[in-house]
């Protein structure tokens, strides 16, 4: 079983920067693709950009493009989402998710192809 731990979020003004992480431990089986996602209050839950685990492709949703970056250190088993130039409408809980086991897809997979998923990190961002 894999577990996800978020951590970095924050309060911070528009125009600003917050790294997330998320740890990744109990890693057993192959997984293809890594992403993060986002929850507004009153909104639905959707992703915001996504890694293949070998090669490293990546793919961001058009809001937050050249904004924010996706990427992992193996070594430290943990994905990060480098977020800059801020927005009040980046204001949301932030969550990492893994995909499911041996399944392998072109980007961006439906949230139905995640199978684990972190507790979630708030960021809140004021004008």
């Known amino acids: 079983q894999m577990q996800l731990v978020e951590s970095g979020g924050g309060s911070v003004q528009a125009g600003g920067s917050l790294r997330l992480s998320c740890a990744v431990s109990g890693y057993r089986d192959t997984i293809y693709f890594m992403a993060w996602f986002r929850q507004a209050p009153e909104k639905g839950r959707e992703g915001v950009a996504y890694?293949?685990?070998?090669?490293?492709?990546?793919y961001y949703i058009d809001s937050v493009k050249g904004r924010f970056t996706i990427s992992r250190d193996d070594d430290k088993s943990t994905l990060y989402l480098q977020m800059n130039s801020l927005k009040v409408e980046d204001t949301a809980m932030y969550f990492c998710?893994?995909?499911?086991?041996?399944?392998?897809?072109?980007?961006?997979?439906?949230?139905?192809?995640?199978?684990?998923w972190g507790q979630g990190t708030q960021v809140t961002v004021s004008s």
């Open positions: 998710a893994a995909g499911r086991p041996g399944r392998w897809t072109v980007l961006p997979p439906p949230s139905t192809d995640f199978a684990y």
């Open positions: 890694i293949q685990i070998h090669g490293g492709s990546t």
